[in-house]
């Protein structure tokens, strides 16, 4: 009965891992998918997306509901959790992006750079799934947090660019304003949160040690 | 990884008749090392000046910025590299005309442009990705 | 026959008190629970009280030649002591105690035989000097060891976890065979038991003082000293247990508190010397002084006026 009880505390600890990993790849492909769909005007690709966010808010709760039965040592499930909720709350970011690229079309001279941030966003959330590999793995994720501290900067440098162009566009009311205005705003939030989600990675590393 | 997914597309320009004063100014302002020269006319073709052009050529030299004119100090043509070029190539390229900035350009047009720096973060990248053998 | 309750009255206490060093930590933290804690002490005190115990027993029943009565309150004053440093969670030793008790009651029969003491003492010293080496060296081992390894996150879960399971295992058995003496080797001295009966009965007495009231000192122990991680609180564990098995080997009964905060001691050593709490560290130096020098005096009260 020990034996079972030793074994079966392995397998509900893969199985978080791997939920978890099940969770970062869907970002990696809202934000994929996100891309895509704003360089192509494509208005089913949007309603891909927030299908993804859906599902992703199933994988959090069962995640947290697996780390709460029992899964790994009670001093590291609040890390586990918390990083699992960031990653959720940027999928909420991509999809409030997605909502709202249905309702509106970027302006021409703000594609472009727009375009390029929703291509950073991928490849940052490539980096975060590179990133959480390692450190289950147990390996040093201090170099793949490097690289998304550099993307993190590029994007950065691109929404002072996206912002001092918008500021020029003349707006035709209020609520076009603001939609462009939110649409902006989450695409550069977004990388915001993906470095924050890694931060969380690295306490989550050095915990473990 | 393609170079052109790690260019930076904020170009800054001057006119070849501004005075290099006026390029140091951008170039301070904007935290930049190089600006792009447009020609006049027809017949006339893009040039770049460099932080290195001013400081070496005008200040070093103690001539008064505001009577030089940038076209004066700008090196012509600007080297063009395709977007889809490799950064190891692109690396190479740069060694060998000894330069610290390549353009990205797209039929004739300038996309964006690659310095040092940005190689160097590309290479920090592809590491992290695994993407080179070692 | 009836002397032998003040003996079991001690194992009770020591069971209580000395516990907490073995699964506090666990405990503590929410890594062991209580319950799966106390039922393994309890089962390998008992086991390593029956197979090693007797090692012991020589040594104290050596001190000074005792008479049934004397060693009943022997035992009383010893266990008194301990219950009362348990009550005020300071977590004390049993061995101090019942040599400072059967000294005391040595002084009046003339019979304290104080070179025995000597060779205790240097044990007692010994104990948690030991525990730092031990627990230093162990640290610096092991943790090479796991990050050469390269073992992802599930698996260095799983050898936490399990880890503390069995290194408390083993440290309920060496706390067992070590410390049994002190509670029923007074009653081997005096010739009432053969030294196998009195380590069965002191072992079934320590793990009754398990069961029954160790939450108290379990949740102090833990919180107390030094933040553990559980890859520290493994290393504690394990260099304590090897601590008490020496001196077991030896024949000296120490202290498992002793050999406890040396280990801890050691660990934080390893990084930075102020993860000690000070504060706590005072408060069981001064137990460590108060337990002989009362029990001692419980003792030769009771049988200089009484007897």
């Known amino acids: ?130 990133t959480y590999e390692a450190v289950v793995k147990g390996q040093d994720p201090r170099e793949k947090m490097l690289a998304i501290r550099i993307y993190e900067k590029k994007i950065d440098d691109l929404k002072a660019a996206i912002f001092g162009e918008a500021y020029r566009i003349p707006i035709r009311d209020f609520w076009t304003g603001k939609r462009l205005s939110d649409m902006i705003k989450g695409l550069t939030m977004i990388s915001d949160m993906v470095e924050d989600a890694s931060d969380h990675l690295q306490i989550i590393h050095v915990s473990m040690r | 990884m393609r170079v052109d997914e790690f260019m930076t597309t904020k170009i ?96 004739g047009k300038v996309k964006g442009l690659v310095s040092l720096l940005d190689l160097m973060a590309a290479e920090l990248i592809m590491r992290a990705r695994g993407d080179h053998g070692f | 026959m009836w002397t032998i309750l003040s003996g079991i009255f001690l194992g009770w206490s020591l069971g209580a008190n000395d516990s907490a060093n073995i699964f506090g930590t666990g405990v503590a933290t929410g890594t062991v629970r209580y319950r799966t804690a106390i039922l393994l002490t309890a089962f390998f005190v008992l086991v390593g009280a029956i197979l090693e115990g007797p090692k012991c027993m020589r040594t104290v029943g050596e001190l000074s030649t005792v008479l049934p009565m004397e060693a009943f309150v022997c035992a009383l004053a010893a266990a008194v002591t301990m219950t009362l440093l348990t009550i005020l969670a300071v977590p004390a030793s049993a061995s101090q105690a019942i040599v400072g008790a059967i000294l005391g009651a040595g002084i009046i029969s003339g019979t ?138 030896i024949g000296v009964p120490v202290s498992s508190s002793q050999a406890v905060v040396g280990a801890v001691v050691g660990i934080g050593l390893v990084g930075d010397v102020r993860t000690v709490q000070f504060r706590m560290l005072m408060k069981i130096s001064g137990g460590w002084i108060m337990t002989p020098l009362t029990a001692g005096i419980l003792a030769y009260v009771p049988i200089r006026w009484i007897l």
């Open chain 1, 1 to 130: 009965m020990v034996f079972r009880k030793i074994f079966s505390q392995g397998k509900k600890e893969l199985d978080v891992i791997d939920d978890i990993r099940r969770q970062i790849k869907l970002l990696c492909s809202a934000c994929e998918i996100f891309r895509t769909a704003l360089e192509k005007q494509d208005r089913e690709l949007f309603w891909d997306v927030i299908d993804l966010e859906r599902e992703g808010d199933s994988i959090r709760r069962e995640v947290v509901s697996h780390i709460y039965e029992g899964a790994f040592l009670p001093y590291l499930r609040p890390d586990l959790c918390k990083f699992v909720e960031i990653v959720d709350e940027v999928l909420g970011l991509v999809k409030d992006a997605a909502s709202l690229g249905l309702n509106m079309e970027l302006p021409e001279q703000l594609k472009d750079d727009c375009t390029r941030v929703a291509l950073l966003n991928f490849r940052m959330s490539e980096m975060l799934l590179f």
């Open chain 2, 12 to 107: 800054e320009t001057i006119d070849e008749n501004g005075s290099v004063y006026d390029a140091v100014e951008t170039m301070v302002n904007r935290r930049i090392r190089s600006l792009v020269v447009l020609g006049h006319g027809r017949d006339s073709v893009d040039g770049v000046v460099t932080a290195r052009d001013v400081v070496f050529k005008v200040l070093a030299k103690g001539l008064n910025p505001k009577n030089v004119k940038v076209a004066e100090i700008a090196s012509r043509p600007i080297i063009c590299v395709d977007g889809g070029m490799d950064f190891q190539e692109v690396s190479t390229l740069m060694e060998k005309s000894n330069i610290a900035r390549v353009f990205i350009c797209e039929q």
């Open chain 3, 112 to 249: 304290a035989d104080f070179s025995q003491l000597y060779k205790i003492v240097v044990c007692w010293v010994f104990t948690p000097i030991a525990g730092i080496t031990i627990s230093y060296s162990l640290y610096r081992i092991l943790y090479f060891l796991l990050q050469r390894s390269a073992v992802g996150i599930t698996t260095r879960n799983l050898i936490y976890s399990t880890g503390i399971l069995v290194t408390g295992s083993y440290g309920a058995y060496c706390l067992g065979s070590n410390n049994v003496a002190n509670v029923t080797g007074v009653y081997v001295g005096a010739g009432i038991l053969t030294s196998e009966t009195a380590a069965l009965i002191g072992g079934l007495s320590i793990a009754f003082g398990v069961l029954t009231y160790s939450r108290k000192v379990m949740m102090t122990v833990g919180k107390g000293i030094v933040p553990l991680d559980p890859f520290s609180a493994l290393i504690a564990v394990l260099a304590a247990a090897l601590t008490l098995h020496i001196f077991t080997q």
